[in-house]
T-cell receptor, first 112, second 115 residues
Framework: QQQVKQSPQSLIVQKGGISIINCAYENTAFDYFPWYQQFPGKGPALLIAIRPDVSEKKEGRFTISFNKSAKQFSLHIMDSQPGDSATYFCAALETSGSRLTFGEGTQLTVNP | DGGITQSPKYLFRKEGQNVTLSCEQN?????MYWYRQDPGQGLRLIYY???????QKGDIAEGYSVSREKKESFPLTVTSAQKNPTAFYLC??????????????FGPGTRLTVL
């Protein structure tokens, strides 16, 4: 039972373009939504995260948009670079608990 | 250097053999986690521990066992009961295992192949 659905499974973008990855969740008790970046052969690393009391959070070229009523959130990578090529995972957490629920992952390729 | 180490990076075993994956952290974190990663399925939680000598099952604990005898170590044993053990295994740790400020830090992973 996948509580966080992520799309697309793979994404190819040209250098300088915008990469958009979407996630949807069902559990309304989730109240913290991090995104992780994983390079091949490495463990994931926290990229950016948002709480549902804000609709958008921006850190450099990375922006999370959050729609609480639709139970959806997305990652936007502006001016995508070849070095951004990685697998991206969205996740969700009930802060009363301790377990992250991950989406299926999106493999991003940015062509030079 | 502070961090999480997993060994070995690659592991090959014959079907029916138990195998133990190592995870060590020197971050002084209380909580540790084991995830399994398969293509197209994201990360799935196997076991987690918030304190020494205590651990809880995650979503896919069947066929796996863990121990937490020391704060810095959380080894995972993949038993012969695990029907499809070939996967990439990730260990993580966090300060307390509670709340949204409790970032999980991941190790580099162990790729297990069962022949």
């Amino acid at each position: 039972q996948q509580q966080v659905k992520q799309s697309p499974q793979s994404l190819i973008v040209q250098k300088g373009g915008i990469s958009i990855i979407n996630c949807a969740y069902e559990n309304t008790a989730f109240d913290y939504f991090p995104w992780y970046q994983q390079f091949p052969g490495k463990g994931p690393a926290l990229l950016i995260a948002i709480r549902p009391d804000v609709s958008e959070k921006k850190e450099g070229r990375f922006t999370i948009s959050f729609n609480k009523s639709a139970k959806q959130f997305s990652l936007h990578i502006m001016d995508s670079q070849p070095g951004d090529s990685a697998t991206y995972f969205c996740a969700a957490l009930e802060t009363s608990g301790s377990r992250l629920t991950f989406g299926e992952g999106t493999q991003l390729t940015v062509n030079p | 250097d502070g961090g999480i180490t997993q060994s070995p990076k690659y592991l090959f075993r014959k079907e029916g053999q138990n195998v133990t994956l190592s995870c060590e952290q020197n971050l002084n974190h209380d909580a540790m986690y084991w995830y399994r990663q398969d293509p197209g399925q994201g990360l799935r939680l196997i076991y987690y521990s918030q304190i020494v000598n205590d651990f809880q099952k995650g979503d896919i604990a069947e066929g796996y066992s863990v121990s937490r005898e020391k704060k810095e170590s959380f080894p995972l044993t993949v038993t012969s009961a695990q029907k499809n053990p070939t996967a990439f295994y990730l260990c993580a740790s966090s300060i307390s295992g509670q709340g949204d400020l409790d970032e999980q830090f991941f190790g580099p992973g162990t790729r297990l192949t069962v022949l």
